[in-house]
């Protein structure tokens, strides 16, 4: 009787979020509507699929909203009209083809857990990409699963050549998450950009990263 | 605004559109774009008809009144071989929201080697920092365009600032988008390397 040893055997094997399966569906005009991954719904951010109110109470209110907003461009909703008025500009940008914005939504859970998207640079035949998350999913692997489905949409559907990503310089949530599916699908820090956006009114220092469709298609076949 | 007159060791830098006449202007930019030309955001096409130029100079005006940009014809002094010629023209382009600006410039053939992109830069650095009080200028080329880039690298050395990074499909060309290498140079790299600067005098 011999006793069987598989050398390369793991033990439980681990998930990794960048390489879920992604689903399109409910196309309109340009993007689709609906992108489903291994434990997300990404669904196209209308006052239809999330509720004014409650996304006016994250936005305002939400356990450790202000960490979440120190690091974005907007403040805290101070009001649902700024909360109204921010889904109609999402509107807008959806109809005119520059921006798709969506709603993060875990399958297991019944609220959203943030909001992501796509703002498109046809004329550069690039996308810049970006997420915010509810402080409560933070640390869930949310932001590479979510990740692999835009980088799909851009380069899959959308045929554009790179994608950026950035985030202010202290911001060490965002870089740790960021460098991980950069790395992932073989793209690479551009560099540090002064002055490179505006918060609150105040030019702050940004760090960027691009991923091209090369280095993308690289990566997935692997 | 921006001072109409700048003056360094070897060059005056004028207020364009009112320095130089329309025939002057058109020739200028009825040239092929010279290898030496630093990247502006949107590169420039030579022009077909004086009417181009004429509406250029024109945008060059509106730019100066609204304050946002400010473009000069750079004329060597006396004693420079070629003086009182137009040798190019400068850009600088604020972008206030952000506190900063950046550089623009096209040094045409017979001016080359000699420096005048530095000298230039050295100039636009004192109107960025000291009279627009802003707090970075930064300067772009082609990744391709060696002789720019060891221009822009030499006074941004001069000056203590970086090399930012290669940002990827950044300016759409005709029928490709290119690739950009950023430099920049701060409000304090340049307070602290201001010796390099000396020869500048602001006319306002």
């Not at chain 2, 004693?79 to 040094?107: H, K």
């Not at chain 2, 409000?187 to 390099?196: C, H, L, P, T």
Request: aromatic residues 10%.
């Amino acid at each position: 009787m011999t006793e069987q040893r598989d050398q390369g055997q793991e033990g439980a094997t681990t998930e990794d979020p960048h390489e879920t399966d992604v689903t399109f569906d409910d196309w309109t005009g340009l993007f689709p509507e609906r992108v489903e991954t291994d434990r997300l719904v990404l669904r196209r951010l209308t006052p239809e699929t999330v509720d004014v109110h409650e996304m006016y109470d994250v936005c305002a209110h939400d356990d450790g909203i202000e960490q979440v907003t120190e690091h974005v461009t907007w403040d805290p909703h101070p009001h649902p009209k700024e909360t109204h008025e921010f889904l109609t500009a999402v509107e807008e940008g959806w109809a005119d083809g520059e921006s798709a914005q969506y709603a993060i939504l875990p399958a297991d859970e019944d609220t959203f857990a943030g909001a992501c998207g796509l703002n498109l640079e046809w004329d550069r035949r690039a996308a810049t990409m970006g997420m915010w998350l509810r402080k409560r999913f933070w640390g869930c692997g949310f932001s590479g699963e979510r990740a692999a489905a835009l980088f799909a949409l851009a380069f899959d559907h959308l045929d554009l050549e790179v994608v950026t990503v950035e985030h202010t310089v202290d911001n060490d949530q965002s870089e740790r998450a960021i460098r991980k599916y950069v790395e992932h699908f073989g793209g690479r820090e551009d560099g540090l950009l002064r002055n490179g956006a505006v918060m609150g009114g105040e030019p702050v220092d940004v760090r960027q990263y691009s991923v091209s469709r090369e280095e993308y298609r690289a990566a997935i076949d692997e | 605004m921006f001072p109409a007159h700048v003056e360094t060791e070897r060059l005056h830098l004028r207020r364009f559109d009112e320095a130089v006449d329309l025939e002057t202007a058109h020739e200028h930019f009825s040239r092929d774009p010279t290898v030496e030309e630093e990247m502006r955001y949107i590169t420039h096409d030579p022009h077909d008809t004086p009417k181009e130029t004429f509406d250029e100079l024109e945008e060059m005006a509106e730019g100066w009144e609204d304050g946002e940009g400010a473009t000069y014809a750079i004329f060597p002094k006396p004693g420079e071989d070629g003086a009182g010629e137009l040798a190019g023209d400068a850009v600088l382009m604020p972008q206030w929201d952000r506190r900063a600006a950046y550089f623009g410039v096209r040094i045409r053939k017979p001016f080359w080697g000699r420096g005048y992109s530095g000298e230039r830069a050295a100039a636009l650095l004192v109107v960025t920092f000291d009279h627009l009080d802003l707090e970075l200028a930064s300067a772009a080329c082609h990744p391709d365009n060696d002789q720019s880039e060891r221009a822009i690298r030499k006074y941004v050395e001069r000056f203590g600032g970086t090399h930012e990074g290669r940002l990827r499909n950044w300016v759409p060309m005709d029928d490709e988008v290119a690739d950009m290498e950023r430099f920049s140079v701060s409000r304090e790299e340049f307070d602290a390397n201001g010796e390099a600067a000396a020869e500048v005098v602001v006319h306002d």
